[in-house]
């Protein structure tokens, strides 16, 4: 039976693990959307040909995913080194330390509201097994958990494949459409896919998915507003256009 139980424990932790992965999507799909977006309007006001607009859109995507995934992998990988040396280090402290690690887990368990009693036989009990106490001691006491939500290289692939796709929504209809119907249809594009992201994240939540997009898409479009409000304030003080684009 307990073999049994294994299986569907160990997929449930693998789901919740995935979707710890949603903190890259949704911030590499958004950004890609939007830095699109800004660039191809800049573009197409200052006259740029279709294939001028579509080249430097590619170029902007694809440079884009290169150094956000670069800049996920490198920060995921500094915080999972930093957290694997924390474990290190506090599972040198309970083998230097077993009585204080003892006492700390006790009084972790029984704040939870076990009795003193009942966390003194589970201390002891656990302590004759080194990995056991050492993990719950990790997870109890200092809140370090075990699951594997800070592997470097899934957040830059995650990071970059979701630049890619919020990058090239905008961009598709430059290569397929009149030129003078390109930037509607991409700004179309970009809301529906920002309120479709914030839908995708209310489900996961548990939240309303009207709701939840609405705030992802109000959120992103006010970024985006305050973003041109200063880009429009220093080109009118400077008397010199500044650039549009992510």
Not at 161 to 190: D, E, H, K, Y
Request: with cysteine; glycine share 12%.
């Amino acid at each position: 039976q307990v073999l049994i139980m294994a299986h569907p424990v160990e997929e449930k932790r693998r789901k919740i693990e995935s979707r710890g992965r949603i903190r890259e999507f949704i911030f590499g799909i958004q950004d890609g959307l939007i830095s699109t977006v800004g660039l191809l309007a800049g573009m197409q006001a200052a006259g740029s040909s279709r294939f001028v607009i579509i080249m430097a859109g590619t170029a902007a995507v694809c440079s884009g995913a290169f150094s956000m995934s670069a800049g996920a992998y490198l920060s995921s990988k500094a915080e999972k080194e930093i957290f694997d040396h924390e474990l290190e280090k506090e599972a040198k402290f309970v083998e230097h330390e077993p009585y204080l690690a003892q006492e700390g887990l006790l009084d972790a368990l029984h704040r939870e509201g076990l009795s003193r009693e009942s966390c003194y036989r589970i201390v002891k009990l656990m302590h004759e097994q080194k990995s056991v106490f050492v993990a719950t001691f990790q997870e109890k006491v200092l809140g370090l958990g075990s699951a594997d939500v800070n592997n470097p290289v899934k957040g830059a692939l995650v990071m970059a494949l979701s630049f890619i796709l919020g990058g090239v929504l905008p961009l598709a209809p430059f290569a397929f459409m009149p030129l003078q119907w390109a930037l509607g249809v991409a700004v179309l594009f970009t809301g529906a896919a920002l309120f479709g992201v914030g839908m995708f994240k209310g489900k996961l939540a548990g939240q309303s998915l009207g709701r939840s997009g609405l705030e992802f898409l109000a959120i992103a479009l006010i970024a985006t507003g305050l973003g041109y409000a200063v880009g429009f304030l220093l080109e009118r003080f400077a008397g010199t256009p500044l650039p549009v684009g992510g």
